[in-house]
T-cell receptor, first 116, second 110 residues
């Protein structure tokens, strides 16, 4: 079956522009995660959804970052008034379950955001 | 949050076993250890995970020490396509978010 897909794969924005990044998780997956990966670094957690509920947004770096998953499937990560430090690869992952640990996350290919 | 420590880079000869170590000394008793790898410009790919016992699948073996403070990923017969960055990850209990380290860049040499 299809894996996690993300769009666009590449996004170039001018400083101050708003951007929206989309994630289509694997069908039926309850949990959805967003991570940010700076160049040469490991991914860092941003936020977590269980169905449509955002249960953890502790990793969002500022109030310019906003994520939603209104119907419990597709998710959008929005960044307002982009800054150069927002340049990174944004990864989405989904997992089938929602509790108990040992939940394997399946990652999408990521969206590479470059802010000029 | 439990953190992991890995060597920044390793080389391995093609056809030989690659043994990648990881320290996770602050791991909690109910937190899993995961291993993923990432090839340039792709998302992380799942390899294996475990809690207390050693695990094996078609890709690799995972050896976890009895005190759970460290683990080793074993690729039994490395190929050139195994060249990648390998991440040892602790799954945070509660929201199940992954806490990535900086990874080990494995280069398999012909």
């Amino acid at each position: 079956g299809a894996g996690v897909s993300q769009s666009p794969r590449y996004k170039v924005a001018k400083r101050g522009q708003d951007v929206a990044l989309r994630c289509d998780p694997i069908s039926g997956h309850v949990s959805l995660f967003w991570y940010q990966q700076a160049l040469g670094q490991g991914p860092e957690f941003l936020t977590y959804f269980q169905n449509e509920a955002q249960l953890d947004k502790s990793g969002l770096p500022s109030d310019r970052f906003f994520a939603e998953r209104p119907e419990g499937s597709v998710s959008t990560l929005k960044i307002q008034r982009t800054q150069q430090e927002d340049s990174a690869v944004y990864l989405c992952a989904s997992s089938l379950g929602s509790g108990g640990g040992g939940l394997t996350q399946y990652f999408g290919p990521g969206t590479r955001l470059t802010v000029l | 949050d439990a953190k992991t420590t890995q060597p920044p880079s390793m080389d391995c000869a093609e056809g030989r076993a690659a043994n990648l170590p990881c320290n996770h000394s602050t791991i909690s008793g109910n937190e899993y250890v995961y291993w993923y790898r990432q090839i340039h410009s792709q998302g992380p790919q799942y390899i294996i995970h475990g809690l207390k016992n050693n695990e094996t699948n078609e890709m690799a073996s995972l050896i976890i020490t009895e005190d759970r403070k460290s683990s080793t990923l074993i690729l039994p017969h490395a190929t050139l396509r195994d060249t990648a960055v390998y991440y040892c990850i602790v799954e945070f209990w509660g929201t199940y978010k992954y806490i990535f380290g900086t990874g080990t860049r494995l280069k398999v040499l012909a």
